[in-house]
């Protein structure tokens, strides 16, 4: 069965400092990674997507993410964070349903703090 | 641009009530998912709907039902409350082809009490 996990329940980081979120995923198929960030009392924003083609992805708000096939991983990095970047972020992969479309498995997130 | 569309977006409800959450997509969206976030938790695929039918079903209690209409909005209709139920319920939507971003909405906010 597909599964996404995320090791890191909890990462503090200063501010201006470069980040890595790791994510690992278990799919038996080539994998639609997905990482999307939620404010706090907020919904599910995404950030960057990958499908397939090149293997490093570009997103929103300056995030890049890696899909690494040989260690089934997709970790999320920035190079300088903001202070409004302190979030939840949950990595997700893709799976296709019986009618062509997919539904998300979610990691359990990694909370971001931020400090001055 | 136009987003999923969540209603209420907070709603208290005692045990043994009915709740109905809607939801409706983003225009042309024909496939709608609801996921289930409990406290701390991770998003949890409930069911998906493309074009009106049940496309795909998760970990959704038999207490709950749903269905998509034929202006693609969706309901989800949660009997029997528990105060486990309490949680934040997003709708989602895309295209439906696979491949395609599947874009959240803010979610309703349930609790039970």
């Known amino acids: 069965a597909q599964s996404v996990t995320q090791p890191d329940i909890h990462i503090t980081v200063s501010e201006g400092a470069s980040l890595e979120l790791r994510c690992n995923y278990s799919y038996g198929a080539t994998p639609y990674l997905f990482w999307y960030v939620q404010s706090p009392g907020q919904g599910l924003q995404l950030l960057l997507k990958?499908?397939?083609?090149?293997?490093l992805v570009q997103g929103i708000k300056g995030f890049e993410a890696e899909f690494k096939r040989s260690q089934s991983s997709f970790n999320l990095r920035k190079p300088s964070v903001h202070w409004s970047d302190a979030a939840e972020y949950f990595c997700?992969?893709?799976?296709?349903?019986?009618?062509?479309?997919?539904?998300?498995?979610f990691g359990t997130g990694t909370r971001l703090t931020i400090i001055p | 641009a136009a987003g999923v569309i969540q209603s209420p977006r907070h709603l208290i409800k005692e045990k043994r009530e009915t709740a109905t959450l809607k939801c409706y997509p983003i225009?042309?969206?024909?496939?709608v998912y609801w996921y289930q976030q409990g406290p701390g938790q991770d998003p949890q695929f409930l069911i998906s709907?493309?074009?009106?039918?049940?496309?795909d079903k998760g970990s959704i209690p038999d207490r709950f039902s749903a269905q998509q209409f034929s202006d693609y909005h969706s309901e989800l209709n949660m009997s029997s409350l528990e105060l486990g139920d309490s949680a934040l319920y997003f709708c989602?939507?895309?295209?439906?082809?696979?491949?395609?971003?599947?874009?959240f909405g803010e979610g309703s906010w349930l609790t039970v009490v």
């Open positions: 989602a939507s895309s295209t439906g082809a696979s491949g395609n971003t599947i874009y």
């Open positions: 225009p042309r969206h024909d496939t």
């Open positions: 709907f493309y074009e009106k039918m049940q496309s």
């Open positions: 997700a992969v893709g799976i296709i349903s019986n009618f062509g479309n997919e539904k998300l498995t």
């Open positions: 990958y499908f397939s083609g090149d293997t």
